[in-house]
């Protein structure tokens, strides 16, 4: 998969690196400019790297986390980068988010970002997490999710099972939120992590 979304970074693709209205994903997520003013924030998947920028101009400490060294390219100049979850340092941020990546990540994948994520936070850090709920039960919960389905950012999970990811990989946390995507028959949801 670190193939594909650096040829979407080289080409700049809109369709797959999205570039997310920076004040909708953190209305979504249940994050203020407050949150995260001066603070030492990790953005996981920098797409085009508008959060990225948005958390420099609010004075904070950034941090991005990403499969591809053309992403991780972008943000270079004022973030600090990791491509490998595990790499993180432990106990360190104050806030993580991560928006539109999950529905691309197959399980083991997911497990090893939830794990260094979890563990990167401080003791009163939190993670804001955005993942995808499929309307049709038989595309929830795939364990051997396919290429084409990371792809098309269908790897949907029930909360339940996100609830029991985050807890195998050292956290808790509280799922506060769905919106309904009918065109996609799906919905996105939100959790907020914190360590145990
Ligand atoms: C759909 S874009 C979302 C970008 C942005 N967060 C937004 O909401 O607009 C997905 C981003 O996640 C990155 N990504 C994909 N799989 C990943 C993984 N396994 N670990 C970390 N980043 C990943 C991609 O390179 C890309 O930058």
Excluded at 84 to 92: G, Q
Excluded at 103 to 129: N, P
Excluded at 141 to 151: K, M, P, T, Y
Aim: contains cysteine.
């Amino acid at each position: 998969m670190k193939a594909f979304w650096d040829a979407q970074h080289q080409a700049n693709e809109r369709l797959y690196l999205t570039g997310s209205n920076v004040p909708m994903l953190m209305t979504r997520l249940r994050v203020t400019d407050d949150d995260c003013r001066g603070r030492a924030v990790l953005d996981v998947g920098v797409g085009l790297g508008k959060m990225a920028q948005h958390l420099q101009a609010l004075g904070c400490e950034v941090h991005c986390l990403d499969i591809s060294t053309v992403a991780l390219d972008r943000v270079r100049g004022f973030a600090s980068t990791y491509e490998d979850p595990l790499a993180l340092p432990p106990e360190t941020f104050d806030l993580a988010i991560c928006h539109l990546v999950s529905q691309h990540m197959a399980e083991a994948d997911l497990i090893r970002m939830l794990t260094g994520v979890i563990a990167s936070l401080k003791d009163d850090g939190m993670f804001a997490l955005q993942f995808s709920i499929s309307d049709d039960p038989a595309n929830n919960d795939i364990l051997d999710d396919s290429r084409e389905r990371q792809i098309s950012g269908g790897c949907c999970r029930t909360a339940s099972k996100i609830v029991a990811l985050v807890t195998a990989a050292g956290g808790k946390c509280t799922i506060f939120g769905h919106d309904p995507w009918p065109d996609h028959r799906s919905s996105w949801s939100y959790a907020h992590i914190r360590r145990c």
